[in-house]
């Protein structure tokens, strides 16, 4: 079974503030489900929401060079 993780955890994990995983999942670029009363953010959607939000450091540099 996968792990779930609460949204203080699944913050702590993407380095933020957990109303900004709150937000995030509101938004839809997050994917989480409710458990009872709480949210549950998976392993795998952390790591999908990370590798579709991480740049190549090459890519930032040539964009700021632009």
Excluded at 11 to 34: F, M, S, W, Y
Excluded at 38 to 57: D, G
Aim: proline share 2%; glycine share 4%.
């Amino acid at each position: 079974m996968e792990n779930l993780f609460s949204i203080n955890t699944a913050a702590a994990r993407l380095d933020c503030h957990p109303e900004t995983v709150r937000r995030l999942i509101r938004r839809g670029d997050l994917q989480a489900a409710k458990v009872g009363k709480n949210w549950r953010v998976s392993e795998a959607a952390l790591a999908s929401y990370l590798s579709a939000h991480t740049v190549n450091a090459t890519e930032t540099k040539s964009q700021t060079s632009q």
